[in-house]
């Protein structure tokens, strides 16, 4: 028993000091976040508002910033069902089969990671510029690339077509093939053991990239700068719009659609959270 007392002491100090080591590290996260994210969206929403309701709703009466809104909502309507058939198909073939290119298809999926997207809108310029490779034959056929809506869609697809894939391949090599390949041999066909087994296995994962592919969609800037021209009222997205806005020193109207922007980042991390805590709770 005399020893008992000191070895109490002994867990209780050390059970204090882990107490006050998960508290400190708790408190440096929340502030880390407050400043860095909370801080610049406070003060993003007090700019907005800074003359009033009237004064920021007023910002969206402005026919080149409606421009702009229907231009990043096009792309994304378009951008994410492209990004979504390419990633299942490409997650499919590099989880459920072996064959020669595998890793190089894996590293080609990581390359808008490691690109910059500068450097993505610029090779589109090479490309399907006036003075591109293919700028003279699109040129004889009236098409237009660059400085044109086909340019944004294209160099949104190449930063945001690794979200899906990325997300849905380690899921699919996890889960492994044996169901699939059950399926099979009962009869049934390719298309019909995906909507059956794969498709309700992989559901929260793939609408998890696809949230996080629309938000990247929608508020990419920098391929989208090279490529789109800057023309107001055709080429700008929300992102470039909100540019142009604080670069005329409208900063009502810049910050009124940045809020826009940041609404639908918070609607996004809202889906997002809803999906991890859906895909929790089907796995506990």
């Not at 005399?2 to 070895?7: D, E, H, Q, T």
């Not at 406070?42 to 009033?52: R, S, T, Y």
């Not at 309700?200 to 998890?208: A, D, N, T």
Request: with cysteine; proline share 4%.
């Amino acid at each position: 028993m005399a020893g008992l007392a000191p070895r109490i002491q002994e867990r209780r100090q050390v059970s204090a000091a882990t107490r006050l080591g998960r508290a400190a590290l708790i408190f440096v996260s929340i502030a880390f976040l407050a400043l860095l994210l909370l801080a610049p969206l406070g003060a993003v929403l007090a700019q907005a508002l800074e003359n009033g309701w009237q004064a920021y709703l007023g910002s969206f009466a402005d026919p080149d910033t409606r421009a702009a809104i229907r231009l990043t909502l096009l792309t994304a309507a378009i951008v994410v069902p492209v990004n979504t058939i390419f990633g299942v198909c490409a997650a499919w073939a590099i989880a459920k089969f072996e064959f020669r290119g595998k890793s190089l298809l894996i590293t080609l999926i990581d390359l808008p990671f490691a690109v910059s997207p500068v450097i993505a809108g610029l090779v589109l310029v090479l490309l399907f510029g006036a003075n591109g490779w293919f700028g003279s034959w699109l040129q004889e056929r009236d098409i237009s690339i660059v400085f044109a809506i086909p340019g944004i869609v294209l160099a949104t697809i190449f930063v945001t077509f690794p979200y899906v894939a990325r997300e849905l391949i380690p899921l699919m090599q996890q889960q492994g093939s044996e169901e699939e390949e059950a399926a099979i041999t009962l009869g049934a066909g390719a298309w019909v053991t995906f909507l059956r087994v794969t498709l309700p296995k992989i559901r929260w994962g793939l609408l998890y990239g696809i949230i996080l592919c629309n938000a990247r969609a929608m508020g990419e800037f920098g391929a989208v700068s090279v490529v789109s021209g800057h023309i107001r009222g055709l080429t700008t997205t929300m992102p470039l719009q909100v540019e142009i806005l604080y670069n005329e020193y409208n900063f009502v109207a810049a910050f009124a659609v940045a809020s826009l922007l940041a609404v639908l980042a918070i609607v996004t991390l809202v889906l997002k959270t809803f999906v991890e805590w859906r895909a929790e709770r089907r796995t506990s």
